[in-house]
């Protein structure tokens, strides 16, 4: 076998390779400024996770049961999901209402509307359920690892 066969082998046996790799699902994620547009081309309910930087659970989650292929599939297929920093200096304005940040001392302070969507009970991390109609359909205040939370999702989407 001479120098430009071998090459020629090893090119098309890496593409062979390569495009036999199973292709990575990716979660798809929505914020709360387009779920009205959403919801008008397709109604769905809508799955929120709440989350900090510092907290190892959330962390866990977001590395753990949000890279189910299981959970994403899911979730892409019958949800519109928001993960979003409880922490979050940013006004999100959302059913009509405008939530702002709101400190509470150097550095430190929780956002309005993860309050709101925790019924001022937030803890991390927080899987809510909104209905289409933005009421409160399901709340986990806890870690959920992927099958515990494909239950739940699929309680919830019937």
Known sequence: MNVKTFIL????????LFSQQEKVQVLHEYTFEELTELQKKEQRPVVVFLHTNWCKYCFAMKKNTFTNTKVIDLLNNNFYFISFNAESKKEIT???????????????????LAIALTSNKLTYPSTIVLSNKNEIIFEASSFLNYSSLIKSLKAVKN
């Open 9 to 16: 082998l090893f090119i098309c046996v890496s593409l062979n």
């Open 94 to 112: 959302y059913n009509n209402y405008t939530f702002k940040f709101k400190p509470s001392g150097t550095n430190t302070g929780v956002h309005e």
